[in-house]
């Protein structure tokens, strides 16, 4: 999907990337990604940290999300940002879909 100008839903294969985690990887370019991450209930987004600037906006769900050693409880409409290298991960306590931005792209996501 690099440098994909119309992306659609139907057209993006999805990846199970943990149990209960599926990974959709939207449109990208070499400079930033659009990810969207469907989680179940109790699903685990492991901690862990990358050298890339993320925002994650919930677009459905409720999520219990660290950062930095601080915790959330974050909804709908809220929004997270995770600069280069901060630790950060979470649990899903309603079954929801995140959609996060990197820069620049995730290499490791990608066969380009």
């Not at 993320?54 to 709908?76: C, L, N, P, S």
């Not at 820069?103 to 490791?108: G, I, L, V």
């Amino acid at each position: 999907m690099k440098n994909q100008r119309w992306v659609f839903h139907q057209d993006v294969p999805g990846e199970e990337t943990d149990k209960g985690v599926v990974r959709r990887i939207l449109t990208y370019t070499d400079d930033v990604m659009a990810v969207e991450n469907t989680f179940s209930k109790g699903s685990i987004g492991k901690l862990h940290h990358h050298p890339h600037t993320q925002i994650t906006y919930v677009v459905k769900g409720a999520f219990e999300f660290e950062i930095d050693g601080e915790r959330h409880i974050v909804r709908a409409g809220d929004a997270l940002l995770k600069t280069d290298g901060v630790e950060h991960g979470c649990v899903c306590l309603e079954d929801g879909i995140l959609l996060d931005i990197f820069a620049p792209k995730r290499e490791d996501f990608v066969d380009d």
